[in-house]
DNA sequence: ACCCCGGCATTAAAGCGTTGACGACCATTA
DNA sequence: TAATGGTCGTCAACGCTTTAATGCCGGGGT
């Protein structure tokens, strides 16, 4: 029935690996509070602040209604705070409050050991290829994506 | 403030191309009207006839709630049927219907022109490296995240 | 016979993430 | 001035994912 053996396919590799990052990381984070889009989103803000959501989005990589929730989120527990933008009537400038800013030295710490950790599992050669392998996967799969479909 | 920059986080490289895959199987497996997890559900489910959701879930490396969701998804499309299981009435065998065999025989060369162009893509020597150095990235974070914390 | 343990199923709560559709705003251009 | 286009924020709908807690069943040990 299928095609193409599950053990061949790249992705679920890639798949796995990132589910064991996102698990390892969000384990590391959940004793400082923080999700893995929160604290990516306050690490973004600390270093840019009053930021629009919808840079912040792209900064991170995802949707701005995605971004929305997080911020909500965040907003709720007050660990960030938006405001109008002054001429741009239709702007929110967001900003990491001081609260926000102990959270995220609590969590940087935790996430940074995952990472480093992680590091350490390679040699200088191998981690520089994995990031470039890893990019001409993104390069690939997001003109695939943008590509006719041949069966349309 | 942050420790490390975001572009030697080994992390978001790794996000960033799960996430390019992702949104190339979705989009590929839109016209057969599957997600990527509903797929890969009625892939080993097609393989594995009757095999419970528990297991399903072990096959698919996600959480129990996790595929109750997505059989329940599939089951009010009519591409799943569950029943009682004979003697172990606390289980439910679950099985792929006609029509889900029908429809995963038409996502299927979708998603497999998804994982041959971005094999495509590689040499055989650096797809096994790929490969290689994510089951390291896997093995370490497994373990990691079992650890425990050095400050709880 | 009894009890406890382990696996299965399910629910609830919380959060992330996407597409699609709108309405609001600014700036440029016709 | 008026239309146009691009950006921003947001709602709604849908689906995936996890942790935590609960209930249920069957088997094995005492």
Redesign the interface.
Known sequence: ????P?S????S?????????????N??LK?AGLTVSQYAAL?HL??NPGISAAALARAC?VTPPTMNTVLKNLQEHGLVERTPHEWHRNVLETRITEKG?RV??AA??RA????????A??TPE??E???A??????T???A??TAP??E?
Do not use: W
Request: hydrophobic share 50%; charged share 30%; net charge neutral.
């Open positions: 029935m299928t095609e193409l599950v061949e396919r790249l992705g590799h890639l798949k796995r690996a990132e589910q064991a990052l996102s698990a390892a990381k384990a590391a004793q690490m600390s270093a990589a800013s995220l030295a940087d710490p940074v050991r995952v990472e480093r950790g992680l590091a599992e390679f191998e981690r290829t994995l990031v392998l890893l990019g001409r996967c993104v690939f799969l997001d695939f994506r479909d041949p349309s």
